[in-house]
């Protein structure tokens, strides 16, 4: 369901050929494939005979209006279970009470604080996000587990409620070391921080190599062994390299490093990764957008699908993030176009053409 | 409550190891699934339940916070039972303990997938097999069976000996080269793990459409999450940008990539203070030149519309850093957002521990001590229903804690069969003396 001119993502970049434009947006696309779109202005006399007629015909409904704006416009939950028993998902940003509640997020701020942004970094400079819009995408994944579980509570005992779900919990939950790093707080009074440097301990951290770099976990029990093996010199297979004193020395690290580092220089990402392969080494490669793009390994594997738009052509789009063989992914149709099932949805839930008519006529739908 | 489980009735046969899998189950556990951790005293599984099975406070203190941050910083006899890095992933779970490389070890397991509705594992590709536990042997012991796998680099294709733990998986799913600072390579970056936590989730959906599938059905099946793969979904703009128009994106360090300006963290009074700041809109922009008392900088130029922000950004940031400066990031925080700008404190571990807000809505349960660690707030699940309990219902699962459990009430075992088992060191509430050491 979206707002009258449609949903914010649709002005977000990229877009298709770099052209700004109301589908062609590539993050409303990855997020609406398989979608339909009703255009409702909520704002309307005439609205709640619509949510009502939509509510009826659904089995979830997601709402991610902020707590006040939800009620105000008529999707609060009292008003929902009142239409049917559903489960309905609030997506909100600080959850339903306490004091932050009406506050505004964004990706950065949600990271900087639910999200372990105080330990990304070094320590002589700035705090760091995530690329991208990566703590909104989170969110979004765990509202997924939120909605299914509500779901079989729904077809298992009959039952509907609300489920409550906070961005900023989610990032405060996040096992990309948050909750643990709290706990160790609590645990211990030690507060997790930037390090003072990147890619502390023998063969740790981010190589570069000749095309690129790599991203190295050697120097633990049996995974030094491996990384020995992959890059075969007989300075790296001498005994003293297995001492714990040598392992936390800087001094040894850049001793292994004068071996490490050339021989990564003179190899590219897939010349290192097929022999970290080969020895099991806990070695990959730092892929950009146009090597997961590229990689025939995860081309042929179905990684990217086709989509086929009537309005825009052929594109490709990331496919299936999971596979099920029996209920498989599948790509049954782009991204809606803006209102473009609003008339059928409306009629598949009960309404008279001549109701529908009147609705698009005094702007209610579009 | 506990009626209203969303998963009541199903079990969880769970060989998964570090955060991906242990966190996919673990949402599965949340929302009641009875799972059961497959222990073996005789294998430390890296990265599973501590940093390694025997640790000094010294060693402890060496490792990062939180690995290391174990209670009082003594990880004492049992690190498996208190590691701040991982015990948070097993609550709502049970644990018991065989050693499934013998054979009547296996035996066991098998009898345990017999009564289980889904097996979830992310164990180096092939160890499954290698103990006689291929998807068909475990078909065979229970035809209708949800097996879920989670490699790193995928069960076919040239990728599959590929080995990595998140950082790794986060590398070739294209998340690494994204972060950092602007002006730095790569290779200065730290470790995160973003991967683990959104294949983690993933997993967790995945198997909940199969479970409804199988509920409706009777039907099982065959589940492959490649923590790769899933990690590229969490920056698609970066992988659609280079499909769709060939663009490489890099790190920006903490600039938008929607084209919002500013974007940034910028400094407060006092040390290692920060507050995030974005200008979503015109009109945010307009809000923040207006809590910062309309400077003539600000109200220059074309600063009115992104486009013209974007023109000016570096002096835009260098402004906001000098005005910060000398400002309470908590202050600003409360500050800014009622003057309607979206901005917040970056906040420490020990800043959400403390933060007043997640303390009235609910985010932490208190949990008793144990004989490994104190009395201690755990995180609630961030998803509160109203009728289904999906909080905390049981405290973190101690190494080997359900041995009785599962040997006598799930799987029948008389006495004689649990003595029989205990000798031949299958039963154990704490690791195999070759795994701990002198």
Known sequence: VERPGGDVARGLAPFLGGTPGIDRSGTYQFLNTNKESVVLDL?????????????????????????????RLGLGYERLSAIKEIPVLEITNFGRSGPYRDYALSDTVLFAMGGEMWSHGTLDREPLKLGGTAALLQCGAMGAVAALGAVHAYELHGIGQRVDLSLFDVQINSVDRRSSAILAYRFSGRVNGRPPAAGAGLGGGIYPCADGYLEVTASAGPYWARFVEMIDDPVLREPRWLSPATLADPAAKEDADAVIYPWMLSRTRAEVWAAARRAHAIVAPLYTGEDVFNDPVFRGRGTWTEVEHAVLGAFPMLGRPYQLDRTPWRLRGPAPMLGEHTRNTLSGAGLDEAVIDRLFATGVVA | MNEYLPLQGVRICDFSIVWAGQSATMYLADMGAECIKVENAFIFNPMTR???????????????????????SDPGPRPWNNSPAFIHVLRNKKSFTVDSRRPEGLAIVKQLLAVSDITVENLPLGTLDKLGLSDEAIRSARPDIIIMHMPAFGRTGEYTEGRGYGAHMDAVGGSTILRGYADSSPFTNVPVYAGDFF????????????????????????????????????????????????????????????????????????????????????????????????????????LATAAGRALQEEMIEERLAGWMASREERELFVALQAAGVTAGPVMSAKDAAEDPHLAASGAWQRLPATADYPETDFGNPPYRFTKSDVGIRTAPCRFGEHNDYVYREVLGLGDEEVERLSAAGHIADTYAPEILGG
């Open chain 1, 43 to 71: 704002k309307r006399a005439g609205a709640e005979g619509v949510v009502e007629a939509l509510v009826r015909i659904s089995d979830l409904v997601v709402t991610a209006s902020p707590p006040a704006v939800a009620e």
């Open chain 2, 50 to 72: 501590a940093a390694a099975p025997r640790l000094t406070p010294q060693v402890s203190r060496v490792l990062p916070a939180w690995v290391g941050g174990h209670p009082d």
């Open chain 2, 199 to 302: 294949a983690g989730m993933h997993g967790a959906v995945a198997a909940l459409a199969a479970l409804r599938h199988r509920r409706r059905t009777g039907e099982g099946q065959t589940i492959e999450v490649t923590q790769a793969e899933a990690s590229a979904h969490m920056f698609p703009q970066s992988a659609i940008d280079a499909a769709w128009n060939g663009r490489i994106h890099g790190s920006i360090g903490n600039r938008s990539i929607e084209g919002f300006v500013p974007n940034g963290v910028f400094p407060c009074a006092g040390e290692n203070r920060w507050i995030a700041i974005s200008c979503r809109t015109d009109g945010e922009w307009r809000a923040l030149v207006r809590f910062l008392g309309a400077p003539a900088w600000a109200e220059t130029g074309d």
